[in-house]
């Protein structure tokens, strides 16, 4: 199908990535990190202290579709899940 549908946290959970990617359907969303059985990332306090930029991500297989989750620090921790893209490689902007 060649499609990529991004959407909110209000409609992502590991399931419909993996019955979208089934259909030939790529994905992307925010998600509620309580949606995320079993994946725990490191503490919002630890990234902030990091500072802006940080990234953790985590990688797994559902059904034989790989699912990437990853926490990411801007102004507050932001929480992804895809089944076609990663955090890496980065570059740094100015």
């Not at 946290?9 to 990535?17: A, E, G, R, T």
């Not at 919002?44 to 202290?49: I, Q, T, Y």
């Not at 801007?74 to 490689?89: E, G, M, R, T």
Request: glycine share 6%; proline share 4%; net charge negative.
């Amino acid at each position: 199908m060649n499609h990529e549908v991004y959407y909110d946290n209000w409609f992502s959970i590991v399931n419909l990535l993996v019955e979208l990617e089934i259909m030939g359907i790529q994905s992307l969303g925010t998600v509620r990190p309580n949606r995320l059985p079993g994946c725990s990332f490191i503490s919002d306090k630890e990234m902030k202290r990091q500072g802006r930029g940080t990234v953790e991500e985590k990688v797994t297989s559902v059904e034989g579709v790989e699912i990437i989750a990853l926490k990411w620090y801007d102004n507050k921790p932001v929480h992804l899940v895809s089944s076609f893209v990663s955090a890496y490689p980065t570059s740094t902007v100015q």
